[in-house]
């Protein structure tokens, strides 16, 4: 179930979005794609907060696992030059 801002019979702008299997997405829609900054929580306590790209997790975020183990990344891993700047 959604409840968010609509444009063009999309999700577009904020919203949130309930998945049938419990799992919750609140944050930045763009013509239907988590795009932007936003928050999803896995129904087994998990939670996945950063950056979306296209519908795709990327950029800097933080996924905390229910067993309680927390993460901190960004997608994609910036590649440092080998023989410097």
Known sequence: MYSGSIENGQMHGK???QYANGDVFEG????GKRHGNGVYNYHDGGKYDGEWLEDKIHG???REYAIGNK???QLPVPVLPLNGP
């Not at 930045?28 to 013509?31: E, I, L, N, R, T």
């Open 71 to 73: 993460v901190c990344f």
């Open 15 to 17: 919203g949130r979005l």
């Open 28 to 31: 930045d829609w763009v013509y």
């Open 60 to 62: 800097h975020g933080t």
